[in-house]
């Protein structure tokens, strides 16, 4: 299997599909990079190379006890990133990807990159502090972190349903788009699971969005269970200069994998991808 080595050593597996203009993809806690399939495929079967890697401490990606910080996974990124020596990048990034993707750029900078996309992303803080009322309170997180302490195979498939809005009266989501989220996420260790939510819900990255310089599309879901929107879509469209923002009424935190939704988001990110 093709990997990349990060600065510590650590092996991080990545897909690279296609030919093209890169197209790179971070996914969200606590999948891999197969969360992205029908996307990389899009991308490929449209003329670009769609690449996606897991994030360490899961996947086919290393399991290392140190490094599960959104500092590390961005230098992880960089590996890929230089490893394939891409450049001219769209940057794609959902929930910690999102944050993984803005700390790259405030990280490494935008030399390699050309756009950026953020959906459904955890910038610029999901904790709630004086400063960010609008955030989650910190009982929340530990809430999850205690999920995924005592049982996270049921805390996962619990998860699904709030993940992509499973639990609303209106729901199409199958069960299939269920278990999917309880198989990848229970490819991620325990460790490294448990790590990324202090990483993904604390880490401010205010100055990083500030940063991003280059177009952007941020797209989130005004239904999104998981990471509210007022905390983090609203704020992000107002820290990324010039950012296109589209809000896509009633969807969920997943909602790239749920078809009604994932429709216009395959769109959005092909129009914005040929722009």
């Known amino acids: 299997m093709p990997f990349a080595t990060s600065s510590d050593g650590t092996q991080i597996f990545y897909k690279d599909w296609g030919a093209g203009q890169p197209v790179v993809f971070s996914h969200g806690w606590p999948l891999t990079a197969d969360a992205w399939d029908p996307q990389l495929k899009l991308m490929a079967d449209n003329g670009f190379r769609a ?3 897991d994030r360490r401490g899961g996947g086919r990606s290393g399991q290392p006890w140190e490094g599960n910080n959104l500092d590390t996974y961005a230098d992880d990124l960089a590996s ?3 490893a394939l020596d891409l450049h001219d990048v769209i940057l794609v990034g959902h929930s910690t990807g999102g944050g993984e993707v803005t700390r790259y750029i405030g990280r490494h900078g935008s030399g390699r990159v050309a756009k950026a996309v953020l959906l459904g992303a955890i910038p610029p803080l999901m904790l709630k502090t004086d400063a960010n009322p609008e955030g989650l309170p910190i009982d929340v997180f530990d809430d999850i972190r205690n999920g995924v302490a005592a049982d996270r195979s049921q805390f996962y498939k619990d998860l699904s349903a709030s ?4 639990n609303r009266d209106d729901s199409t989501v199958t069960q299939g788009t269920r278990d999917a989220f309880w198989l990848w996420s229970m490819t ?3 460790k490294g699971a448990y790590d990324c939510v202090k990483a993904f819900s604390e880490t401010d990255l205010t100055e990083d969005l500030k940063k991003i310089d280059v177009p952007t599309l941020i797209v989130h879901g005004d239904d999104d269970q998981i990471v509210p929107i007022v905390a983090s879509g609203d704020k992000s469209s107002k820290l990324v200069k010039d ?3 589209k809000v896509y009424p009633g969807a969920p935190h997943g909602l790239a994998m749920v078809p009604k939704f994932a429709e216009r ?3 959005d990110l092909l129009e914005f991808a040929r722009s």
């Open 51 to 53: 690449v996606a890697h």
């Open 80 to 82: 890929v990133i230089e």
């Open 163 to 166: 993940f992509y809005g499973a």
């Open 188 to 190: 991620v260790g325990i």
């Open 243 to 245: 950012a296109i923002y």
């Open 265 to 267: 988001f395959n769109a």
